[in-house]
Structure formats: structure tokens, C-alpha cells
């Protein structure tokens, strides 16, 4: 069997040993910050604080990214466990929970919301509002 590119943290997401898994490495939810420039084509404001935000990650071996909540944030993450067993009874196929997917090579990763198979796909959830949800309906 090939070995992945990749090493599974098999941890509950939030977690302190997910937050330490992440040190350092670029995020599926930093990833925008990376590639920000300004009209000038300057590096913007937020893709200088990630790198940043990183760099001091890799030298301290604590984390700077802030947490991020709000109802809106908590209430989707309540909703979560729902919505993948909607994805489930709607396609058929069993979704496996997932901590921390780290490239063995370079500083990046994820939180998948959710792993099909043997990692044939990956599973993102979204529980907008129903506000949110209602508009793009």
C-alpha cells in the first residue's frame, strides 16, 4: 500500500490538540488571507497579518489566529451533526468524522467536515441562518 501525503490528527475539532495540530500551518479557513492584494497589487493588510500570525506561531508554538464565534458560528456548529446525517440519508454514503489532515511536506492543512470512504472526498457543511439560507434558496 502507498503511503498518503498526508498525516490524519484524529482529534474533536476546537480541541486543544487540534488547535496544536494547526500551529503554524496554513488553514482551508486562512486560505483566503494568503493570496489578499490591494487595487495596486500590494500584498494586503490580512495576508501580511497571516503571515505574520504564522511565522509567530512556528517561533512561540502557540497560537495567534483569534477565535472566531458568534451565534451565527455557534449555531451552525450545533447544526452540523444534522446536516451530515441529512447528507447521508439523502446519497447513501457513510461520512466519517475527521480532526486534522496535515501535508507531510509543507506547512498546510484542514478540518474536513466530514471524510467519504477511504478519502475518495471530502464533505463541507454549511448551516447559513435561515435568513442566509432562505436567499440562496
Sequence with gaps: MQSRPFTVIACDQRSDEWRTARLGRLTGSRAAGAFGTTKAGQWSADRKNLKTELM????????????????????GVAREPMARFTYECRTGTIVRSCGFVSDNEIPIGCSPDGVLGDFEGLVSIKSPIAATHLATL
Design 56 to 75: 509567530l506561531e512556528r517561533l512561540t508554538n502557540q497560537p495567534q489566529e483569534r477565535a472566531v464565534g458568534g451565534y451565527q458560528v455557534r449555531d
